[in-house]
């Protein structure tokens, strides 16, 4: 069956950096799209970015363009979310999700566990 | 940027009963809407998609319709696994995806 797994996630100071880890397993992760949304604590949920089956294309939300980067490692099928320039407001739960297209329709079929980050000082 | 906008932000039901969440976009998103229930400390999950496909798993008692700006998701017969948050999604900018601030169904 689908499985997501994210890790990587924890406590960092703002202005630090932190990598998120997404292990895929169950489906052929290089057909499919890949997406990272986060949820603030008792809050709703934020797209953040997604990346084509092949990593050709990426696409970022608003409050996390040119501080975030997403990656994906088709070999080792594993999505990453690379976290620069960190800041309070980043404090969430980040969820990896897996589009039902590659190329990306935008409809995310199978959700991980999620892996919380704290900002704090 | 699409605005999603759910109404109301709460409702209060009872198990048996027949309930209908609203989610209205900023502009026209044809059919690209979908719905997904998330419970306390759980991870979103996918119930309808393209505004009326139901997800492959999800009960016959969910049901989506909408098209354009404005869009609903019905539940008939409440059961007790039904109440959680629901967020209608649009995918009509399927590079910039985005949710609606939620639902929260509660027990009356």
């Known amino acids: 069956q689908v499985q997501l797994v994210e890790s990587g996630g924890g406590l960092v100071q703002p202005g630090k950096s932190l990598t998120l880890s997404c292990a895929a397993s169950g489906f052929t992760f290089t057909d499919y799209g890949m997406h990272w949304v986060r949820q603030a604590p008792g809050k709703g949920l934020e797209w953040v970015a997604v990346i084509w089956f092949d990593g050709s294309n990426k696409y970022y939300g608003g409050s996390v363009r040119g501080r975030f980067t997403i990656s994906r490692d088709n070999f080792k099928n594993i999505l990453y979310l690379e976290m620069r320039s960190l800041r309070v407001d980043d404090t969430a739960t980040y969820y990896c999700?897996?589009?039902?297209?590659?190329?990306?329709?935008?409809?995310?079929?199978?959700w991980g566990q999620g892996t919380l980050v704290s900002v704090s000082s | 940027d699409i605005q999603m906008t759910q109404s109301p932000s709460s409702l209060s039901a009872s198990v048996g009963d027949r309930v209908t969440f609203t989610c209205r976009a900023s502009q026209s998103i044809s059919s690209s809407l979908s719905w997904y229930q998330q419970k306390p400390g759980k991870a979103p999950n996918l119930l309808i998609y393209g505004a009326s496909s139901l997800q492959s798993g999800v009960p016959s008692r969910f049901s989506g319709s909408g098209s354009g700006t404005d869009f609903t998701l019905t539940i008939t017969s409440l059961q007790p696994e039904d109440f959680a948050t629901y967020y209608c999604q649009q995918s009509y900018t399927s590079l910039r995806i985005s949710f609606g601030q939620g639902t929260r169904l509660e027990i009356k």
């Open positions: 999700a897996r589009d039902t297209a590659d190329l990306a329709a935008g409809v995310l079929d199978h």
